[in-house]
């Protein structure tokens, strides 16, 4: 084959690949329009799971073997079914709230009953395991509590309940009352206030029973029913505010196109501070809003801490379905000017992408019909997802942060900034 027939076959080559990329806009110096569509190319695979629709769909998938009253009881069989790994904080508090539920259910104010044999019975006196499911959660608690390795950064009345009592009823070595809770006959040695030993000795049932009691008074402290009732309020507030606006951007829209992105931190920024995130995260809003080629309708972001105790963000966008079609380019666009932002190397997960929509057993993504009910109640899920477990814990760094947020709706955004007074004169 000669040069010129090697530069036609080029030439052909070149001319069938420019036909599958379609312009939608010409470029311009706004570096947030979107510059092309491509329909069949993937981007590279991301480092960072989608630990939301890990979630759900394995929520989903247990729903009928584990009992749906307890949703934290079913995020602890999905840690032990799909060995899916979690924050060991995370998983130390929920063994705290699920003993502190249990006591509350049982009414339970101790573990061992004392049973005193009568002068005809063959069996003498023993201790009698009255709440066995209360040890099993004790003795989860402690495994899970050994496991942290520096203090706990998560806000949590119960876990703070839990881990105060037992420091009060065994102030040294609680690692025994794991191989001991089920010898309730066995005798341990008292410390006095200065924590040196004493000739007195408790046995285990008597320990055992003085934690739950303790326990169970904590959890009837006024000052304790007001922090948990004040915490899970507000919650459900800013779950169920988010929900409404859901519903009004689909009341305005007939077709929707939804986009997910979650934006990580590169290794030498996780670092950051909540505030200097959500600084970087409003010059990507603000360049998606004052874009004149895109047509962003809404968003939601929620702002968490991951297992690496490093901050990130899942965010939900809504474009106009009459706009645009490519949902896999506008996530690459979001995700790239991310990188842009925080000087990353793609610290981002696009949802979107064929390979991961395929995954997706509740899609929640791409177009949304207004009269498309299941797409909605998809998009529902991801939002309890958002909330649910600040009903339980929150990381300390954000206890004062508005951490679940939307946009502005149009017709609140125009009655915003200062009142026009010239209709009164």
């Known amino acids: 084959m000669n040069s ?8 052909g080559k070149t001319l069938e690949l420019a036909t599958r990329i379609r312009p939608l806009i010409p470029r311009s110096d706004d570096t947030t329009d979107v510059q092309y569509e491509v329909n069949e190319i993937e981007e590279h695979s991301s480092d960072y799971p989608d630990e939301v629709n890990i979630y759900i769909e394995q929520d989903q998938a247990i729903s009928p073997h584990v009992n749906k009253s307890n949703e934290l009881q079913n995020f602890i069989h999905i840690s032990k079914c799909f060995k899916q790994q979690f924050d060991p904080n995370i998983i130390a508090c929920i063994y705290a709230i699920l003993i502190c539920n249990e006591v509350k259910r049982q009414r339970a104010t101790y573990l061992y009953r004392w049973i005193k044999s009568k002068p005809c019975d063959l069996i003498p006196s023993y201790w009698e395991l009255i ?8 003795r989860e608690f402690l495994v899970a509590n050994q496991k942290l390795k520096a203090s706990m950064p998560l806000k949590c009345e119960e876990y703070s309940l839990v881990t105060l009592t037992l420091n009060q009823v065994l102030p040294y070595d609680q690692s025994c009352l794991f191989d001991l809770i089920k010898h309730p006959n066995d005798q341990l040695k008292a410390f006095n206030v200065n924590g040196m030993l004493t000739d007195h ?3 285990v049932a008597e320990i055992c029973n003085t934690l739950i009691k303790e326990i169970f008074k904590g959890l009837q402290a006024p000052e304790y029913v007001q922090r948990v009732n004040d915490r899970r309020k507000r919650s459900r507030r800013r779950e169920k505010n988010t929900l409404r606006y859901i519903d009004q951007v689909r009341k305005q829209n007939s077709r929707l196109i939804g986009v997910r992105v979650d934006l990580y931190l590169p290794a030498d920024k996780k670092h950051f501070t909540p505030k200097e995130i959500v600084k970087h995260f409003h010059t990507i809003l603000q360049k998606l809003r004052r874009s004149k080629s895109l047509r962003l309708k809404g968003y939601i972001w929620k702002l968490e801490h991951g297992v690496d105790q490093a901050l990130h963000i899942h965010c939900f966008f809504f474009f106009c379905g009459s706009k645009h079609r490519e949902d896999i380019s506008l996530g690459r666009m979001i995700g790239e000017m991310w990188d842009k932002e925080i000087d990353g190397k793609h610290n981002y997960f696009n949802c979107n992408t064929s390979k991961n929509r395929k995954k997706y057993k509740y899609d929640a993504l791409g177009v949304i019909n207004r009269d498309d009910q299941t797409k909605y109640d998809n998009i529902a899920k991801v939002i309890r997802y958002f909330s649910k477990f600040e ?10 942060v508005k951490t679940l947020n939307t946009g502005i709706l149009p017709h609140l955004r125009e009655q915003m900034g200062r009142p026009n007074l010239t209709q009164h004169y």
């Open 4 to 11: 010129s027939e090697k530069m036609t076959l080029l030439s």
């Open 131 to 138: 709440y066995p499911e209360l040890m099993r959660l004790i």
């Open 201 to 203: 000795k408790d046995s």
């Open 391 to 400: 009903q339980y814990v929150l990381h300390s760094n954000l206890e004062r």
